[in-house]
């Protein structure tokens, strides 16, 4: 069996398993997948295009900066614009600088978030309570 360009040593990235802890849309994990595979493994920064994102997961690019902005609510990454002087002396717009953020502090919000909404919920639910016994006849 011969293997491809791709099958030699160094040719991987890893992707560290508590992303499947945080209920992503397959849209959301392909996208943040490809940023990892781009990222500096010292800076946690890549700026792929939205162009070649869509490219390399095969889908359009208003479909990837869906996912992008889904990404940074959930607080994966964060996005910066860059610019770029051309040939010319014009500056332009540059593809945006991905920074993917660590792990466990994107795990540690997810799980402050939930806790959040638990206590927000079971307060609505004690007033609810106190609120049926001042309504009911004593």
């Not at 990454?77 to 014009?90: A, F, S």
């Not at 540059?94 to 540690?108: A, K, W």
């Not at 402050?112 to 016994?133: G, I, P, S, W, Y």
Request: aromatic share 8%; glycine share 6%.
């Amino acid at each position: 069996m011969r293997y491809s360009k791709y099958s030699g040593r160094g040719n991987f990235f890893s992707l560290p398993n508590e992303v499947f802890l945080l209920g992503l849309s397959a849209g959301e994990l392909v996208v943040y997948s490809f940023l990892k595979r781009c990222e500096n493994r010292k800076t946690h920064q890549c700026w792929p295009s939205i162009k070649t994102i869509g490219q390399a997961v095969r889908m359009s690019e208003n479909t990837v900066r869906k996912y992008i902005r889904q990404l940074e609510e959930r607080g994966l990454i964060t996005t910066e614009p860059t610019e770029v002087i051309t040939k010319t002396g014009e500056k332009r717009n540059g593809n945006l600088l991905f920074t993917l953020r660590p792990i466990q502090e994107v795990i540690d919000q997810y799980y402050d978030r939930q806790l959040e909404e638990l206590e927000l919920a079971t307060e609505r639910q004690r007033v609810a309570k106190l609120l049926c016994k001042q309504e009911s006849p004593a």
